[in-house]
């Protein structure tokens, strides 16, 4: 993954061997009057896990909400670039938000399953999708999407019982389970683990590491410790810019940037 | 150390005033509980009698020299009342007695006598004891309403008229019975026969023909509002006009439904129709703030967790938040619904306010409501009508009472923790 200053337009292409599958290019997010992020110009491999860090309204969950255009959401938010996955520009006029979102899942900071049971949190997608056509089939992706998110020992005798029943860290391994069972391509994770205590949150970096082979996840965390223990890619964000981006390691053992190395050593943050 | 038991000056009146003010609270509610109770109490107390009602027995001759088997319809069931009344008290001969005499069955003794022998006319024959509903004046006095001391000329009932009340009390031919009529009869001239069941369906009509407008009508507003409408000049526009006609005094709105329902599409006049859709229109603000303010209340998080696995902004909606919203629109709507119960302005601009003896059975029958009954027997003066006002109100708001137990009822059961 490289990162290419704003100015430095002959740099425009990535120089990664490998092909990302998100690329974002001088993307602007503008809250009315107010710029969030400036021209980030970002490459995210596939199945790997990139990590957004930074301090506190750097950005980092802004541009995150731009790749499943979550954004949308908010009036006053305008997106301008562009942002593609696996070649196709999400903000193209003819790109359906619904059929976009399906394949983008996304794990909010605060788990929030559905106030519903176990069974419905995580059947609701394929459902509204389509995914399945008979009973038994539905049965079976819940249970695969429940297993994967590494849930499915703690709660197979209870998928009637109300999600919002479970423990903290197990809400949101149903949340992961919940994105995971309408088979996207990319999961987006808003810091999955800040409501989470040492245990639960070890669990689902775990988790994050084990789905890698599946599935691209990009991860904001205020950690920098879990940064560098899931991730392989790291992007700093610092003030709506995107200041230094590339391997994990590189980053926190040589950083480019004199900000990137204050941060990182805790002087700014 | 300090010492943590003593206490600066500052700190003392900081606890006085504390003090202070939780007196001031308590003394707030202990006197509006204390207005409540002196309402209540007061209502029941003039009211409870109405639920009772006075009844004598007279021996009618149903011989054959009055009645004949074959003609039950043309035989003259007035007379033979009157008969039966003259029977018992051989010694009143004059005209002017007679008439006080035959004052103290109600007036409508007679149908009350035909009716049972053309249910029974095995009755036909013999002399049988029948009961009558005493005429109001008779149940007042029996109920301790009119006060003998004052006098003769100045009260209802002369004192050979209570003489004869306590004669036929005595040979145990009167007694108070629950007063049926009161919940199974319609509006009448007649106070002893008076009852709400008509005015009761009236309102039980209007109301339904409310909800089934105003509830959907205004959820679906309030969705749309709420969840999909752009948040611009034109919504903020529209949400303080919601917010204005909310406080839009209801005689406004009967204006209204008398103008356009009435004048311009030409509907049927008094019928529970109009006045169900003059109420909805004054239920409707209510509804929609109301639903909006529990729709507000359903975290974001669950709309993002449906949007965030690619449901459509609907089914998000429809799905997840609405459920979750659904019992305090539910609330909403029951409490818009109680408010219309009791409410009688819109129901007088439409002509809800006619003296309705039939029972309605259908909404566009002609028919009135509790609230406007109630303003009616309040408007009549025969002392008797006074009970039945309050009596009419205890109903009414034993129905407010229900009405509101229903929706907090419905709140706890359907209400989720998310």
């Not at chain 1, 520009?89 to 790109?95: A, G, P, Q, R």
């Not at chain 2, 001391?149 to 009260?155: G, M, Q």
């Not at chain 2, 969840?227 to 948040?231: I, L, R, S, T």
């Given at each position: 993954m490289n990162v290419v200053s704003?100015?430095?337009?002959?740099?425009?292409?990535?120089?990664?061997k490998e092909e990302p599958i998100i690329t974002a290019r001088n993307v602007d997010v503008f809250y009315a009057d107010k710029q969030?992020?400036?021209g980030i110009t970002l490459d995210i491999p596939a199945n790997k896990v990139t990590s957004l860090i930074g301090p506190?309204?750097?950005?980092k969950t802004t541009f995150l909400r731009c790749i499943n255009r979550?954004?949308?959401?908010?009036?006053i938010c305008k997106v301008t670039g562009e942002i593609k996955i696996g070649g196709q520009?999400?903000?193209?006029?003819?790109?359906d938000v619904v059929s976009l979102r399906a394949q983008i899942g996304m794990v909010f900071q605060k788990p929030n399953?559905?106030?519903?049971s176990i069974f419905e949190n995580v059947a609701y997608g394929p459902r509204i999708h389509r995914l399945v056509k008979t009973k038994g089939e539905l049965n079976d992706v819940v249970e695969r999407s429940l297993s994967k998110a590494g849930l499915l020992e703690e709660v197979k005798d209870r998928l009637?019982?109300?999600?919002?029943?479970?423990s903290g860290g197990q809400q949101q391994r149903l949340c992961i389970a919940r994105a995971i069972a309408v088979e996207p391509k990319v999961i987006l994770m808003?810091?999955?683990?800040?409501?989470?205590d040492p245990i639960a949150t070890a669990k689902i970096e775990e988790l994050i590491d084990e789905l890698r082979e599946n599935y691209t996840i990009v991860i904001v965390t205020h950690s920098m410790q879990q940064a560098a223990r899931v991730s392989q890619q790291t992007a700093f964000f610092h003030m709506g810019n995107l200041v230094e981006a590339g391997v994990t390691e590189q980053i926190f053992?040589?950083?480019?940037d004199p900000r990137t190395e204050s941060y990182i050593t805790g002087r700014i943050g | 150390m300090t010492d943590f038991t003593k206490q600066s000056p500052g700190l003392k009146r900081r606890h006085a005033a504390e003090i202070r003010f939780q007196w001031y609270g308590r003394s707030a509610i202990f006197i509006a509980l204390g207005f409540l109770f002196l309402m209540v109490g007061s209502i029941t107390m003039n009211g409870i009698g109405a639920f009772t009602q006075t009844k004598l027995a007279l021996e009618i001759p149903l011989t054959s020299e009055h009645i004949s088997v074959d003609d039950l319809e043309g035989a003259n069931y007035d007379a033979l009342v009157k008969l039966a009344l003259r029977n018992t008290f051989p010694?009143?001969?004059?005209r002017r007695d007679k008439r006080k005499l035959y004052?103290?069955?109600?007036?409508y003794a007679s149908f009350q006598l035909k009716d049972q022998v053309l249910a029974d006319?095995?009755?036909?024959?013999k002399t049988t004891k029948i009961w009558f509903t005493a005429s109001d004046y008779v149940d007042m006095y029996i109920k301790g309403n009119?006060?003998?001391?004052?006098?003769?000329?100045?009260?209802?009932?002369?004192n050979a008229q209570i003489g004869w009340i306590d004669a036929i009390q005595k040979q145990g031919n009167l007694e108070k019975v629950f007063n049926s009529a009161f919940f199974l009869g319609g509006d009448s001239r007649e106070p002893e026969l008076a009852g709400i069941l008509s005015a009761f369906m009236g309102s039980a009509l209007s109301l339904s023909v409310c909800f089934l407008l105003s509830f959907p009508i205004g959820i679906f507003a309030a969705i749309y509002l709420e969840?999909?409408?752009?948040?611009n000049r034109w919504s903020g526009f529209i949400e303080i006009n919601i917010n204005n006609l909310a406080a839009v005094p209801s005689i406004v709105f009967g204006l209204l439904g008398l103008a356009?329902?009435?004048?311009?599409?030409g509907l049927p006049r008094s019928s529970p129709l109009v006045g169900g859709m003059v109420l909805s229109l004054m239920t409707l603000p209510t509804i929609i703030i109301a639903s909006r303010a529990s729709l507000r209340a359903v975290p974001p998080s669950i709309r993002e967790a449906a949007l965030g696995i690619g449901a459509s902004p609907v089914q998000a909606a429809f799905h997840h938040v609405v459920p979750l919203a659904l019992p305090g629109m539910l609330t909403g709507a029951i409490i818009g619904m109680a408010r219309a119960l009791g409410d009688t302005a819109p129901l007088l601009m439409i002509g809800m306010v006619a003296f309705i003896v039939d029972i309605p059975t259908g909404i566009l029958d002609k028919a009135t409501a509790l609230p406007v009954q109630i303003f009616l027997w309040a408007d009549s003066?025969?002392?008797?009508f006074q009970e039945k006002t309050s009596a009419a109100i205890l109903v009414l708001l034993v129905f407010l009472v229900l009405m509101n137990l229903v929706a907090i009822i419905l709140r706890r059961k359907f209400e989720q923790r998310f």
């Open positions: 704003h100015e430095d337009k002959s740099a425009t292409e990535p120089q990664s969030a992020l400036n506190s309204g750097c950005g979550m954004n949308d959401l908010i009036d520009d999400i903000y193209d006029e003819k790109v399953p559905f106030p519903k009637d019982e109300p999600g919002t029943g479970l808003d810091e999955p683990c800040s409501a989470l053992t040589t950083p480019q | 010694d009143v001969t004059k004052g103290l069955v109600s007036p006319p095995t009755l036909v024959g009119i006060d003998i001391s004052r006098d003769e000329k100045t009260r209802k009932l002369n969840e999909f409408a752009p948040k356009i329902f009435l004048n311009f599409f003066p025969e002392r008797a």
